[in-house]
């Protein structure tokens, strides 16, 4: 079993950055992949960003590419989604997701445990 905790939403100005952080427990964790969904509200889940077990292997949302670095450190069991110049379409909660095989997914449904969400408000 899994858990996810994720942390660093807010409210913040667009242009402005964030970090979210998704501490994991566990000690398996260095062998999952993770990956980072969101959800504004009356949308469907959209992936953001994936991270392979040893994050040498990424892959980003077109919508987000240029702006989101997802990365984690496996010695503290967390995964982060650096979000810089944000919009107010980047408006969610985002959550976070693990799977238990070693490379990323880009479906929710690829994910066995998630996070219980973090909100992100971004004003114009």
């Known amino acids: 079993q899994v858990t996810l905790v994720e942390g660093g939403g807010g409210l913040v100005q667009a242009g402005g950055s964030l970090r979210l952080s998704c501490a994991a427990s566990g000690r398996t964790f260095s062998s999952y992949a993770m990956g980072w969904f969101r959800q504004a509200p009356g949308k469907e889940r959209e992936f953001v960003a994936t991270i392979d077990w040893s994050g040498g292997s990424t892959s980003h949302a077109d919508s987000v590419k240029g702006r989101f670095t997802i990365s984690r450190d496996n010695a503290k069991n967390t995964v982060y989604l650096q979000m810089n110049s944000l919009k107010p379409e980047d408006t969610a909660v985002y959550y976070c997701?693990?799977?238990?095989?070693?490379?990323?997914?880009?479906?929710?449904?690829?994910?066995?445990?998630w996070g219980q969400g973090t909100q992100v408000t971004v004003s114009s």
């Open positions: 997701a693990a799977r238990t095989v070693s490379f990323g997914s880009l479906t929710p449904v690829g994910y066995h445990y």
